[in-house]
């Protein structure tokens, strides 16, 4: 890993993303052996509702180019489905051959809000294949940038629900995809924020 993405967490996963209930009497997590997840709040409108956004970092390759598939959510089905897609950080150098594989695609790198935009159009136009891109603001907001139906790119900015701790843009683009690959408009979902902590 390169020393510019030292510290940064992994630069390519296959993210779970999966809207469903609290469990009773405790707190979302993982359903993976080695639980790197991530709790989150959604906001749509009146509705609103947890998440569990999971990363599996991918192992090295088992053949020229193919990574094992993660292991399933082993949690009773949720409001909406499951989603489970791959996001590659566009920026890395380690990762240049998955970029074009990406469901979804990321940048680090915070830009002012109208740049921003301008990186989105042009991560989104390099690579046909994927479906949202997101870049972090100078704003400490992030802009997700998801493509139609049509090709056309639409952006969505959700807010951070009153939280001071944005979350990573990788974590942003993924409750983003799902939201959408399971039916909702990307301007519906209002703001991604970390679950309060008890």
């Known amino acids: 890993m390169s020393d510019r993405h030292a510290g940064a967490g992994p630069d390519a996963a296959w993210a779970t993303v999966c809207f ?44 020229r180019h193919a990574y094992p598939y993660p292991s399933l959510c082993r949690h009773a089905p949720g409001p909406l489905p499951c989603d489970v897609h791959l996001w590659v950080d566009a920026d890395s150098p380690e990762r240049t051959e998955l970029v074009e594989h990406a469901d979804a695609l990321v940048s680090r790198v915070p830009l002012p809000p109208e740049r921003a935009h301008r990186r989105l159009r042009e991560m989104l136009a390099d690579h046909p294949g994927c479906l949202a891109a997101a870049v972090p603001d100078t704003t400490m907001m992030c802009v997700v940038g998801m493509r139609g139906r049509t090709g056309a790119v639409s952006f969505v900015r959700p807010d951070r629900g009153g939280s001071d701790t944005p979350l990573p843009p990788h974590e942003v683009v993924s409750v983003v995809h799902a939201w959408v690959v399971s039916g909702g408009s990307p301007q519906a979902l209002c703001s991604i924020a970390p679950m309060p902590r008890r």
């Open 20 to 63: 469903r209930a609290a469990r009773s009497g405790g707190a979302i997590r993982g359903d993976g052996s080695d639980d790197r997840a991530t709790a989150v709040v959604w906001r749509s409108g009146p509705a609103h509702g947890p998440a569990l956004v999971r990363c599996d970092r991918l192992p090295p390759p088992a053949g």
